[in-house]
């Protein structure tokens, strides 16, 4: 009934913009200009031009030439996003007759442009949520081996890990099913959110760019982002039109794995038709830590993508494939014989456009399908084989302003298929089907933004030969940026908050039995009901010739939180009967004694809050200091019990010489005991890591190379990563020099 309400809300809303818009039809003018590099006054092109009050958007041309046709007549400020410039807005008074602008623009490495948290990009600076951002130069000076390494100095951003190649991103505390991963914008379709030794079939030197949101993002990309969200993008569908050839090649070895790695892609264009190829591959051996080699821990991946579009002016639509093949060995359990598999297959289409005729200004639509299977291997022989197949529709359209009011309203489709048979086969086969209708919208004035918005989830599981659970969930947010007039664009204030709700995922609903991936005997339960979480964000972002930075809190009260919890052998044998009419069509039975602890999944109300801060300032021209913190502090409320798996405090520090294209520096983490842990969890002791590095970029007939190199680790420290489920038992990795090197034509 909620379903069927807000679709008819959204059918009248859309309506609605239809009329209003041709109502307030006027004549407007032309607004024109030019950018300019404000260091040599040379043209910018290719950087996104916005005007911020109508959230129109135009891109310039080679010789930094831009146009709007048809603004009404008013003032409105200007904003230029492009990557490693400032994105400080312009005032501008549009009146019929102007002659065009000259804007120019300075560098700006701090605050980067963001494509994930609203209907149109927009730079970190302007967002209601914290973001992080890493590409180009700091791409390369964080690369890894797998996601959640790469992206675990990023602030509030931590990595679970079980060895090196299944990490996968932790945000403000939450992991699995509360972290969602996309590859420019649409899910993975992997299983890496149900078990510890599942890895994330991305490699990160196929990224152009790397997007973090931290605090819920479940307004435009579901329950599943109820903590925050990763958004690796690969430009795989070409978007723009290009003429001629252009790519990218980049090559990577590591000292402590032995390891070594490659990506490339090229893209080829005639004006209409754009072709992009990309392809690239990873091999490891195992991990030398100081206390030595940590046994099984290598890996080998490899990956190839083809995308083609056809672009016009406003608008593309296109498709790709994409295949996807890892091999990793998962240390200490069955001794260390233990390998997985992951493959994947993926194929996309999209089409999109902006600046538009009409009610809408801008739409994108995407259809990705998924097959995912992974074995894993005790030996040469298939222990349990998984199969996750899932196919996803979504639609959003960008609808023009209306007066201040400018929004976007979408609708999205999930269906999953997931089995698994062997030893690991913890429930049945399942059918899993979702769709959800949403609506974003943002009012704006010259110095305050305010944004409203709400979506509605329906979600059901089939599992077979059990009987099936719905869920329907509500979730909304507002929010407030306010840009003091004051500070002339120096100075930001950004407030959210989100009720955002979580349906259970598959493993906490269905799972029963021995999981050595999560070191655990898992009880869950059919019967479980959604999280409702209350967010809330306040962030201060600050940005002057000498110092730029941002202070965040955040507090998140979810009621009903899902967890495991510990049982006795005693109590689980007490229960017997319980789990038994749960799962009606199994064999329930006591697990042998001592292999595994007994874990249930239950529900209790919890609270995480902590902050989040980072700064550069530029102590002369050519030196910056950097820093940065992180805390986040989860209790269980009725019992004021510590949230099992929490990330201890984090400070970082370290100094930074530039000089034009080239970079050289060092930092140090200091990492703190964490000793506020859950029952069944054991202290962590903390530890300092030190690493340097310098990279330098050049550029020689038509192409730009970039050398870095980085040495991890620099004493060798002995130290284990709290988030680590094998921490107890094996170390992480030591003394590390990698040597990076990166070719773009």
């Known amino acids: 009934m909620v379903v069927r309400t807000l679709i008819r809300a959204c059918a009248v809303f859309v309506a609605a913009l239809v009329m209003a818009s041709q109502a307030a ?21 290719g950087a996104t031009v916005q005007i911020d009050e109508l959230r129109r958007q135009t891109t310039s041309g080679a010789d930094g030439m831009f146009v709007f046709d048809n603004v009404p007549p008013g003032t409105y400020h200007i904003s230029v996003l492009a990557q490693g410039f400032s994105t400080r807005r312009t005032e501008v008074q549009v009146a019929a ?31 209601f949520q914290p973001t992080s951002v890493l590409a180009g130069q700091e791409l390369s000076k964080q690369l890894e081996m797998s996601l959640g390494a790469t992206l675990e100095s990023q602030p509030g951003v931590a990595a679970r890990s079980f060895g090196p190649a299944p990490s996968r991103p932790v945000i403000r505390g939450l992991d699995g099913d509360r972290v969602l991963i996309l590859q420019d914008g649409q ?58 050839s252009s790519g990218n090649l980049a090559f990577d070895l590591g000292t402590a794995a032995s390891e070594g790695g490659a990506a490339g892609d090229v893209h080829i264009g005639n004006g209409k038709f754009a072709l992009h190829m990309g392809g690239g591959g990873r091999r490891s051996g195992d991990v030398d830590t100081p206390e030595g ?22 608008s593309y639509v296109g498709g790709s494939y994409g295949y996807d093949d890892m091999k990793y060995g998962i ?53 349990t084989a998984f199969k996750n197949d899932t196919e996803e529709v979504e639609v959003m359209g960008s609808h023009r302003a209306l007066g201040r009011l400018k929004g976007s309203v979408g609708g999205w489709v999930l269906n999953r298929a997931f089995d698994a048979t062997g030893e690991e086969a913890l429930s049945p086969a399942v059918d899993q089907q979702g769709f959800a209708t949403f609506l974003y919208e943002e009012v704006t004035w010259p110095h305050v933004t305010f944004q409203f918005g709400g979506r509605v989830d329906h979600t059901s599981y089939q599992p077979n030969g059990e009987p099936e659970r719905s869920f329907t969930t509500g979730s909304g947010s507002v929010g407030l940026l306010i840009r003091p007039a004051a500070a002339d664009d120096r100075l930001t204030i950004a407030l959210s908050a989100a009720r955002a709700a979580r349906s259970p995922a598959l493993e906490e609903l269905f799972y029963f039995g021995a999981h050595p991936g999560n070191f655990a005997f898992e009880v869950g339960n059919p019967d479980l009901d959604p999280e409702h979480a209350l967010g809330f964000d306040v962030s201060l972002r600050w940005r002057t010739s000498r110092v730029t930075g941002e202070l965040t809190y955040f507090r998140n009260d979810v009621n009903g939180y899902l967890f495991r919890a510990p049982l006795t052998q005693e109590e689980f044998e007490a229960r017997l009967g319980e789990f038994a009419s749960r799962f009606p069509s199994r064999d329930v039975s006591s697990p042998d004694d001592a292999e595994f602890p007994i874990v249930e999944y239950v529900a209790e109300d919890s609270v995480l809050d902590g902050v989040e801060a980072h700064s550069d300032v530029q102590l002369t021209s050519q030196i910056a200091l950097e820093l940065g913190l992180d805390y986040v502090r989860g209790t269980l409320k009725d019992d004021n019990v510590p949230l099992p798996r929490i990330p201890p405090l984090r400070f970082r520090s370290g100094l930074r010489y530039q000089r034009n294209a080239f970079q050289a520096g060092g930092d140090v983490a200091f990492v703190a005991t964490q000793d506020r842990v859950f029952s069944t969890e054991t202290p962590t002791d903390g530890y300092q890591l030190g690493r340097l590095y310098a990279s330098y970029s050049f550029g020689r007939r ?36 990698r040597l990076l090197y990166n070719v773009k034509f």
């Not at 039809?25 to 260091?39: D, E, K, T, Y």
């Not at 579009?309 to 406003?314: D, N, V």
């Not at 107890?728 to 003394?735: A, F, H, K, N, S």
């Open 331 to 383: 240390p200490v359990v069955e001794d260390g014989q233990v390998q997985l598999t992951p493959r994947r297959h993926a194929f996309s289409l999209r089409a999109g456009g902006q600046g538009l005729e009409g009610a809408f200004d801008s739409y994108r639509a995407t259809l990705a399908i998924r097959r995912y299977k992974h074995d894993e291997l005790e030996g040469d022989v298939v222990g």
């Open 187 to 244: 899910r993975l379709g992997d299983l890496s959110s149900q078990s510890g030794d599942h890895g994330v079939p991305i490699n990160p030197a196929a990224a152009q760019k790397i997007e973090v949101v931290r605090g819920p993002a479940t307004l435009l990309y579901g329950a599943n982002a109820i903590g925050g969200l990763v958004n690796v993008i690969t430009d795989e569908i070409p978007t723009k039109p290009m003429m001629g």
């Open 25 to 45: 039809a006027q004549n407007g003018v032309p607004l024109s200009g030019r950018l300019l590099n404000s260091l040599n006054a040379t043209p910018l092109g």
């Open 702 to 737: 038509a192409m730009t190379h970039t050398f870095t190199a980085r040495l991890e680790n620099v004493t060798n420290e002995l130290y284990r990563n709290h988030l680590s489920l094998i921490k107890d038992l094996v170390p992480e990795i030591g003394r590390n020099f």
């Open 97 to 127: 007759g102007m002659a065009p602008i000259e804007l120019q623009v300075d560098f700006d490495l701090h605050f980067e442009e963001v494509v994930s948290v609203s209907g149109d990009a927009r730079s970190q600076f302007d967002t």
């Open 293 to 314: 080699d940590v046994v099984n821990s290598q890996s080998r991946s490899g990956f190839g993508n083809v995308g083609l579009s056809w672009t016009g002016a406003k």
